[in-house]
């Protein structure tokens, strides 16, 4: 007890779902009763309920995390991917857990908080980093706008008029070019995310590439194409076509005028994820897409 009154975790949560709340409140209970501070924003603090001893921070700022040793997030994808806007900035580990549908980004679910509560207060986790990607926006040779995103950025079209012409290129050297709704650039954890939905190929986290991802594209040749981590992927828009937009994890946005060039290579800044399993990614994607495994019998011995 007397040990874990110096550690602190900052606590995220979806206060907009009923769920989160009560999710919430048993994490801060659960925690402060065995002696780990907790620290929340300010303006969630009304919503969860919180007791006197949570620390309130009033701006949701990478500082904000700092003396933290863990970041723990409750809701759905949305809620986990602004969790990683704070720990990728803080450096601090986040440890997801899931009240949406999916949730690959979680360790966790709803039923599993007891157990959540137990392995940070003995530290019973490990913490690997999941590569992002960096993302530079040119016009005329110069830079107008820069970001990043750790599933994807997404290249596409900002009305349902007409369709996005562009040219892809990698390495420097063009590709193909067509007409399409858009394009997705992906890392490997985003191959689960919107270039899924895109008819990209799954990716396992541990395998370092980069996806550029064609969607609804008018083309005979517009495959998905699987990269090097070191490879520095670029779509550019034509002149002639109306603006474009930039989307950044769903989150982040901007708009690209005509004869943008949008580049993507290997984020300089992982994100940490705090891991309570080691089970497979294989039972993972199983579980998380009810994927129909009766009949396997599995290798012999």
């Known amino acids: 007890m007397t040990e874990n009154r110096t550690r602190t975790v900052f606590l995220l949560a979806h206060t907009g779902r009923p769920a989160a709340i009560r999710s919430a409140e048993l994490v801060v209970k659960g925690l402060l ?19 006197d001893e949570v620390e309130l921070v009033a701006e949701a700022t990478p500082d ?17 991917l602004r969790g990683a806007e704070f720990a990728r900035a803080s450096g601090v580990p986040m440890l997801g857990v899931n ?54 950025a997404a290249v596409q079209k900002a009305g349902a008029e007409k369709l996005l012409e562009v040219v892809l290129e990698i390495d420097g050297r063009p590709v193909t070019g ?26 396992w986290p541990e395998v370092e590439a980069l996806l550029m991802v064609p969607i609804s594209a008018h083309a005979l040749f517009a495959k998905p194409l699987v990269t090097s981590p070191n490879s520095v992927l670029a779509v550019e828009l034509l002149p002639h076509i109306p603006p474009g937009v930039l989307w950044c994890d769903g989150r ?50």
């Open 33 to 51: 009763r065995e002696g780990i501070g907790v620290r929340v924003l300010e303006y969630e603090a009304s919503d969860l309920h919180v007791p």
């Open 64 to 80: 904000c995390l700092e003396g933290c040793e863990l970041l723990i997030v409750l809701g759905g994808d949305g809620t986990l």
């Open 99 to 152: 009240l949406g549908s999916v949730g690959f980004l979680a360790e966790a679910e709803r039923d599993d908080l007891d157990k959540v509560v137990d392995r940070v207060v003995s530290k019973a986790y490990e913490v690997e980093e999941r590569m992002t990607v960096d993302v530079v926006v040119h016009r005329n040779g110069d830079i107008v706008h820069t970001d990043w995103a750790l599933n994807e």
């Open 178 to 203: 067509f007409g399409c709704d858009g394009i997705v650039l992906s890392t490997p954890t985003g191959s689960t995310a919107y270039a899924f939905s895109a008819g990209g190929p799954v990716v």
């Open 252 to 301: 982040r946005t901007f708009e690209l005028p005509p004869g943008a060039r949008v580049e993507v290579r290997r984020g300089a800044v992982p994100v940490r994820l705090a891991r309570l399993h080691h089970a497979s990614f294989t039972d993972r994607l199983v579980a998380k897409f009810a994927l129909p495994v009766s009949g396997w019998r599995g290798a012999r011995h």
